[in-house]
């Protein structure tokens, strides 16, 4: 059980500045219970359910109370009246400097703003929702054999901006990935564009999501891909990373691909990562949601197979600031379990126990990205 | 592991009336070998395979053993010769006893007949299984454009007749649930019933399972859905609740809809209870097959993200009362294991423990059929 | 956590010349660090991602580097220079020596050759693969209306040589499992032969691929499945055993059917093996690759509600010998953890432990193949 592993993996992890390669912005202002419980959850508010009646819940009044001054486990109300007492800034605040990211890469297309995150002492990248690129796109009017070129216009010039270092695609959630892999032709991305520009709203469209994504491809940066767990607006059969197979051996010798949040395909997503030199993932989101409890099961499964470069760390949160302590606490809690675990029953050796934390809590994105570092582990 | 843990929550589970949403009745003549073994499995009795050296008839052999005065373990041979000798009524009544439930909701379809169990001190009410009903409106005679008003006045009938608090659909095992998710137009159901009627037999006419399911969001009750794991009459992969989706969105604030069994698919299961107000879940009939041993970490599956108002407990006992109680027995032991390695683990609270093994054993169902009760929790 | 256990279970397991019913030949000349390597990954050797820095790899160095003389967890370095000085011949040796295994079943197809491998006091059977035998048919030149009789002919000559004990065919990698089920007529198997032996290449073609599955059934012997996971080459999703249902459906008392591998879908594969009579499953291959420090939790998930007599070892060592090695310990370690935990917490007789021990590691694979053995459990 996570939380009551101790010993030196456990003590590396807690004083490693993580890179959280995938999160959100977060709302600073205050929140009322309704305001905060729909974000505490990737359904709705329901009657008679609370969303502090869930594993997210219980983890937040357990490991969250406390850094508003509470005692672990504090009631909902107590947690709701001192978070309002505090002032919502002020508990970002707390919540993102206890979170021990040193880089965090905000994806700015939901909610739609810029990249920023109210810390000191932290980098702030960005990633670019690819979707919203060509959404935009569409809303200032495009002609339908204009839209390629308009959205590679479009794309390329986001990605230029100063401290974009990924994209990112939520095909999984606008048509899933059981979509054809190859690359279409000029002529079906203007049919398909002239389908889609005549109703407008998101795209859905499966050539031009299929087009999005070989678009990706051309633009050479990182393309993170949604995977899995998330809210109720995906069919979760679709968002099975295994997929993507026939895309992704069209797409060999391109661009680092990062399987996201992955549950419950965790195990589907490995084997990606074991077989294809590009596929990276994590198990973002997930991990607050299932909460401390559980995060050392679903890491474990998730690195059955996986090499040890291919893991990364993302929070996911996004709406409030408890969400990226929460992300940041149970990976590092469950993955010190997993690798202390090992280490004591002699299955590892404790140096490499260190390095494959520092990996995945940090340096496995830093090379994914490019980002600037000491690369302590001259790669 | 399971049926080691010991403390308030365990005690607590123990002490709880239960509420089995899902169950069947039992055959209570004396049983030879044959007969129980065939019981004992979901599959058929093979030679030099005994239902006995599975995870379930070791289960029995620990569990069920000791209520019939025998030593724990006992050789499959004394199991049956003890169990011939007490006579089937005897060793239904124990097990039914010992299982410790307060309310039994049962499932007339399979095998058909009465909701009854030989119990006292505990209510028994009537889940309607829709195919049965469909299928006795075609074996009455029927036209094809009468049956979707035939059908539907039966089902009224049937759902009004005192103690029925539910219906169920065996749609997972007919069709799966693959199926268009939209309500079939009144043309499309008599065209599909002219199919159907010209050659009876089971119900398994995409149009009419899928009419069937529309039928039941009309009468108003709780659906009770078999997903995932059955017998041998199943496609597995066919019965992946998330293949529902597309229908549960389509049928949004109309009625709860209860996810039966699950397994393996628990973690798409709770996927949708997280995201969809009215599903709720239970991993009843996986429990007694994989045993007290493996009941902690299915139900830890079937948690990681389900809000605890939307688990149940159902025992989905059928054939013999071994069944009831071992699935009592290891919804009890391993949702115990589950909750009080937290609470020792300083990851939850006891009193929340305590309420949520409630919830989930009684007060949920309570909850979803309206049934009578002292509403503990003020809900 | 596996390594740790100890007991009866697993003295009785450690003790237990096993019976390998599925792996491959191994490479016994030197091999450089590519090539040591390249055999090391169901992928490609990538830059910077060694496949030392995975679960297997890790695995081979705790484990395979005492038997080289080196202790436990010596750097990469250190083990293929040791490797390299002792001579691939003897490295060899002294793994196949110690997986202590009393029969390998031999997979002959792949890499192409005899069954062979250099060991003492260990009996070596092959096994047929029939898409080499279907490709060897083509490659001699066949007209269309004669394949299906060549193939018969062949594949009948190729299971009648000394020693074959079953066959095996990999149709989770040519076309996946979602075939139609049915048995192909002659006019089907002359046109899809037609536009196969036109391009020729690898059997892919989907009607042959169902007609080979049912030229299987033909030849009388156990039917050896690959199912989920695998090299880069497979799509993971098509590899789910549980599309084969309707195809076990339809040939319902014939021959044994064994479920390679399984991973991630071993409870998929354990349904199968509770509710059908001939299908058996192992999850050989995963069990190195995740290592001893996971083989016990998919082991506790495949046997979650399979019978105990339709459990097997397999290795599916392929390439070095220290997979054969590591297969075993992990099979022990991990079956001697679950099964000695149930017997620790009374959940289990100890007798019927080693008589399920006994039974997945050696009997169930002398049953189902009718290998001469002391039958020690009479049946």
């Known amino acids: 059980m996570a939380g009551a592993t101790e010993g030196p993996v456990r003590e590396a992890l807690d004083a490693l500045p993580l890179v959280d390669h995938h999160c959100h912005r977060v709302v600073t202002a205050d929140l009322d219970r309704a305001g905060f419980e729909s974000l505490l959850t990737e359904g709705d508010v329901w009657p008679g359910v609370s969303p502090f009646d869930s594993p997210v819940g219980v983890a937040v009044r357990r490991h969250c109370a406390p850094l508003l001054d509470l005692p672990r486990h504090a009631p909902a109300e107590d947690y709701l009246a001192r978070r309002a007492a505090l002032g919502g800034p ?65 794309a390329l010039a986001a990605v230029r901006r100063p401290g974009v270092v990924a994209v990112k695609s939520v095909a999984a959630y606008r048509t899933g990935f059981d979509l054809d892999p190859h690359r279409p032709t000029a002529a079906e991305v203007t049919g ?3 389908r889609w520009l005549a109703h407008g709203g998101r795209l859905a469209e499966p050539v031009l999501v299929r087009h999005l994504l070989w678009t990706a491809v051309d633009l050479g940066l990182p393309l993170q891909l949604h995977t899995g767990f998330g809210d109720g607006d995906l069919r979760l059969h679709r968002a099975d990373p295994a997929l993507l197979t026939d895309w992704l051996r069209l797409t060999a010798g391109t661009v680092p691909v990062l399987l996201l949040h992955c549950w419950p395909y965790q195990r589907r997503a490995a084997y990606l990562a074991a077989v294809f030199e590009r596929v990276h993932l994590d198990v973002g989101l997930t991990l607050h949601h299932v909460g401390p409890a559980r995060a050392g099961a679903v890491l474990a499964e998730a690195l059955e197979i996986t090499p040890f470069r291919k893991l990364l760390y993302s929070s996911d949160a996004c709406g409030v600031a408890e969400f990226h302590h929460l992300g940041a606490l149970a990976f590092r809690r469950g993955l010190a379990e997993l690798l202390q675990d090992r280490v004591d029953a002699d299955e590892l050796a404790l140096p490499d126990a260190l390095r494959f934390a520092a990996w995945a809590g940090r340096d496995n994105a830093r090379r994914v990205y490019g980002l600037p570092g000491d690369a302590p582990d001259g790669d």
Chains 1, 2, 3 share one sequence.
């Open 90 to 154: 002020e508990a970002t605040r707390r919540f993102l400097a206890a979170s021990g990211t040193g880089v965090f890469c905000v994806d700015t297309g939901y909610p739609p703003g810029p990249a920023a995150l109210p810390v000191e002492d932290a980098a702030v990248y960005e990633v670019v929702r690819l979707e919203g690129v060509a959404e935009s796109v569409a809303a200032a009017g495009v002609e339908p054999d204009g839209y390629a070129e308009a959205f590679r216009t479009a």
């Open 192 to 194: 398909a564009a002239a």
